[in-house]
């Protein structure tokens, strides 16, 4: 039996707790809703949260715990010299036990006894989602028989559905606050590991970067360089570039869509600019490998400048196309928000069209557009594909944009490949690296809110 049967028939049995409570309190008041406290369809509403909710609170906690009770039942099930065995072999034989219940290929030879425990298993996963499905439609039911008795005309059916959505918002709230808590208490943790082992200052102000530790003590290279400076080096450089052709071009690009454009063009416009954000990462990688970085070292060399085959200015500059419909929509929204009013006076007092737009309509939307391109630089510092495919992964402390540099993001990717084991330094200087990300956005933020708010006084 399948998870989409049982969320199917809570749902065909919330649509019926809907019309069944609507119809309930029409016929309670002879179909004259204005004898009603609320409208019609809050009563639907009411009805619909009770056969709802509550199944749905059930059905979540029973997949929380179903994993660990019928994996209990299948232990207890296998023979008495199985279940003696250590946590690791117990958890690969399990693990076969799944994999061959699902029709997949197990690591050792399938005999009776894993047929069978195999067999048991699905019979308990059945069982438990035959009993899921018998408790969701009984609660169902339940809370369509007994809410549809407490319908009548004085029924405040509205502040009840108004607090049940107001308590829905505020637990997506908390959920929303608490990921970002466990993100920054993971990161926090896992870098104080990081820095028991390494100093933060040879971390914060090394040049060198070289996580490459030895597995042994006697082995050369025992120890590795955890100097972060190139590495913010290159993010910063190839997000300057990045900047640096997306900044002007969006800009520019949403001034002639929300003053310039005829309706006409801008609809045809936006949505073409707004196609280079859907384009997967992985292409602008291959783009910037394949065409840009070979242009630019040929060009290099027909005016004599040596550009390495990966370099800064290949991904930066490929990283600012893609990156572009990040500043020009939201800035076009931005602009096109501006007051009317404002155009209008400035050019009651003699103003030109250009003239408008630098003095009034840009200072007043500049509160968005600085958004907009903060937006833009935290995509920028966060893109890891196009970087590894076009900048390279060599730790390079230069501000030479012809070199292959490295960013921090690429870095965490380069050290979490593969199996690792989280109590070495090489793999702790992943989340000691995104804490440093972290603080760097940041700080950006607060800058970015303190320009906003500047300027917001002053056009308000």
């Given at each position: 039996m399948s998870l989409s049967l049982i969320l199917g028939t809570l749902a065909i049995l919330t649509v019926i707790g809907f019309y069944l409570g609507r119809s309930r309190s029409l016929a309670s008041v002879g179909g004259k809703p204005q004898r009603l406290h609320s409208r019609p369809?809050?009563?639907?509403?009411?009805?619909?949260?009770?056969?709802?909710?509550?199944?749905?609170?059930?059905?979540?906690?029973?997949?929380?715990?179903e994993?660990?009770?019928?994996?209990?039942?299948?232990?207890?099930?296998?023979?008495?010299?199985?279940?003696?065995?250590?946590?690791?072999?117990?958890?690969?034989?399990?693990?076969d036990i799944r994999n061959i219940a699902a029709g997949g290929i197990a690591s050792r030879e399938v005999g009776p006894e894993l047929t069978q425990a195999a067999a048991h298993y699905n019979g308990l996963l059945q069982t438990s989602k035959l009993a899921l499905l018998a408790?969701?439609?009984?609660?169902?039911?339940?809370?369509?028989?007994?809410?549809?008795?407490?319908?009548?005309?004085?029924?405040?059916?509205?502040?009840?559905?108004?607090?049940?959505?107001?308590?829905?918002?505020?637990?997506?709230?908390t959920i929303a606050i608490l990921t970002t808590i466990g993100i920054?208490?993971?990161?926090?943790?896992?870098?104080?590991?990081?820095?028991?082992?390494?100093?933060?200052?040879?971390?914060?102000?090394?040049?060198?970067?070289?996580?490459?530790t030895a597995l042994r003590k006697d082995q050369v290279g025992a120890t590795g360089l955890f100097g972060a400076v190139p590495l913010l080096a290159g993010t910063v450089l190839i997000s300057f570039i990045a900047m640096c052709v997306a900044a002007?071009?969006?800009?520019?690009?949403?001034?002639?869509?929300?003053?310039?454009?005829?309706?006409?063009?801008r609809?045809?416009?936006?949505?073409?600019?707004?196609?280079?954000?859907?384009?997967?990462?992985?292409?602008?990688?291959?783009?910037?490998?394949?065409?840009?970085?070979?242009?630019?070292?040929?060009?290099?060399?027909?005016?004599?400048?040596?550009?390495?085959?990966e370099s800064a200015l290949a991904a930066g500059g490929v990283m600012g196309i893609m990156i572009i419909p990040f500043v020009s929509s939201l800035s076009d929204d931005v602009i096109s928000a501006v007051p009317q009013a404002l155009r209008e006076g400035s050019y009651g007092l003699g103003a030109t069209q250009s003239e408008t737009i630098k003095r009034v309509v840009i200072p007043a939307a500049l509160p968005g557009i600085v958004g907009s391109l903060l937006l833009a630089v935290s995509r920028a510092i966060g893109e890891t594909m196009i970087v590894v495919m076009a900048a390279g992964l060599a730790a390079k402390l230069s501000a030479n944009p012809f070199e292959a540099v490295t960013t921090v993001t690429v870095q965490i990717v380069t050290l979490l490949v593969g199996d690792q084991e989280f109590d070495s330094a090489k793999t702790l200087a992943a989340f000691a690296l995104g804490l440093m990300l972290f603080c760097v956005t940041l700080v950006l933020n607060i800058i970015a809110l303190t320009v906003v708010n500047k300027y917001r006084e002053q056009y308000d």
């Open positions: 369809h809050y009563y639907g509403y009411y009805l619909a949260i009770w056969c709802g909710v509550p199944a749905a609170i059930v059905f979540g906690l029973w997949m929380m715990v994993p660990s009770v019928v994996t209990g039942l299948l232990i207890e099930s296998l023979p008495a010299d199985q279940r003696q065995l250590d946590e690791a072999q117990l958890g690969l034989l399990l693990n408790v969701v439609a009984s609660l169902g039911v339940a809370g369509i028989t007994i809410a549809r008795r407490l319908i009548s005309p004085d029924l405040r059916a509205r502040n009840f559905v108004e607090k049940v959505m107001m308590l829905v918002l505020v637990v997506c709230s920054v208490l993971s990161l926090l943790f896992e870098s104080i590991r990081f820095f028991q082992k390494v100093s933060p200052i040879d971390f914060l102000f090394g040049l060198e970067w070289s996580p490459q002007p071009i969006g800009l520019l690009a949403a001034i002639y869509m929300s003053e310039y454009a005829a309706p006409k063009v609809a045809w416009v936006k949505p073409s600019l707004e196609v280079l954000a859907g384009i997967p990462t992985v292409v602008y990688g291959f783009f910037a490998a394949l065409t840009v970085a070979p242009f630019l070292r040929g060009t290099g060399a027909d005016f004599g400048l040596e550009i390495s085959s």
